[in-house]
């Protein structure tokens, strides 16, 4: 059974700092490039970042650069946002989706959520 495990969200200071964590469980993370996405309360799902799981290249949107960052750890089958300089309007629900590079199935996280207060 494919899983995937989004964790680290929390509560946290404007200025503050939180990583999160997406643990992939039944697959290779090798074989998936990875999509952080978030859903604020009112407001569409939005595009974060993501990473390629061959290149190891990352793409983050131009809202969270400079303050945010993505990386992986093979070893553990995760991938983590890291997310630092939080602003109230980071608030939302993070999901992270996998793509399997080979046949573009995609996966989904339950979501974690996340909440600055100013």
């Known amino acids: 059974e494919v899983r995937l495990v989004e964790s680290g969200g929390g509560l946290v200071q404007a200025g503050g700092s939180l990583r999160l964590s997406c643990a992939l469980s039944?697959?290779?993370?090798?074989?998936?490039?990875v999509a952080w996405f978030r859903r604020a309360p009112e407001k569409e799902r939005e595009g974060v970042g993501c990473i390629s799981s061959r290149t190891g290249d990352t793409y983050l949107t131009d809202s969270v650069k400079g303050r945010f960052a993505i990386s992986s750890d093979s070893a553990k089958n995760t991938v983590y946002l890291e997310m630092n300089s939080l602003k109230p309007e980071d608030t939302a629900v993070y999901y992270c989706k996998a793509r399997n590079v080979y046949t573009n199935i995609e996966y989904w996280g339950q979501g974690t959520q996340v909440t600055v207060s100013s």
């Open positions: 039944g697959v290779t993370l090798a074989d998936y490039d």
